[in-house]
Every structure is written in C-alpha cells, then in structure tokens.
C-alpha cells in the first residue's frame, strides 16, 4: 500500500509525494500480545526475576521457604512472587505434605536462555 503525504509544489498547487514509510502492522493478535505483556511483567520485578532464576537453576524444583533467605524478603513476598509467576505459567509446582516446591516451565527456561543470548551479545 503506497502512502502519500501532501505537499506544497512551487505553483502552490497540492502535489502527493510519496511517503518515506508503510504502514506498521501487529504481528501478534491482540490475545498474543497480552500474554506476552503479561509474562514481561510477571518477571519486572528484582524480587520475581530472581526467584525464577534461582528456581531455573535448581535441580529438583525449590521450595518457597529456601527463597526467602536468599531473597532477603518476607515470606509473604516470596509467596506473591512464586503466585505471580505461576499464574503467567512460568513455574510449576507440586505438593509434598505441607511443602510445595516450584520449577521453572520449559517457556521459563527458553526466556532465560534468550535473555543470557542477548546479556552476551551486548557485552561483545
């Protein structure tokens, strides 16, 4: 689609000159992009990003009372945090007697993989 912007010729008259750009389109349906917004702001905070990458990292999932200390913040923060990102389908968790433990989903893992790509293209 060819897109024109008006434009005075010398005899005053409107001339069409072409424009420099297209249209932008949206490559995402509109349910795709607000998943996406909120899986980013299910991580956009230190709190939340840290306890994924501390869960990612675990072997064998973690449990939210090993978080809080090395969160360095209460509970109910921690318990927020791991609600938060498994509601956005980042973690999984599981229940063994009175202690859930959280692992990371395979969409969690390839979101920390691309964000390591990136970290280590910027520092080249």
């Known amino acids: 689609m060819d897109t024109q912007h008006a434009v005075e ?4 008259s409107d001339a069409r000159e072409p424009s420099c750009c297209g249209e932008a389109t949206q490559p995402l349906s ?5 998943a996406d917004v909120r899986t980013l702001a299910a991580v956009g905070t230190e709190t939340r990003y840290e306890a994924l990458r501390l869960i990612a990292a675990s072997e064998d999932g973690a449990c939210g009372c090993e978080l809080e200390p090395a969160l360095g ?12 990102l498994h509601t956005a389908g980042l973690l999984t968790r599981r229940k063994e007697g009175r202690w859930r433990y959280y692992s990371a989903t395979p969409r969690a893992e390839r979101l920390l993989d691309v964000l390591d790509d990136t970290r280590e293209v910027d520092n080249d």
């Open 30 to 34: 509109e349910r795709e992009l607000a």
């Open 73 to 84: 913040v209460s509970q109910g923060a921690v318990s927020q945090a791991l609600s938060r």
């Open 9 to 12: 010729g010398a005899d005053g």
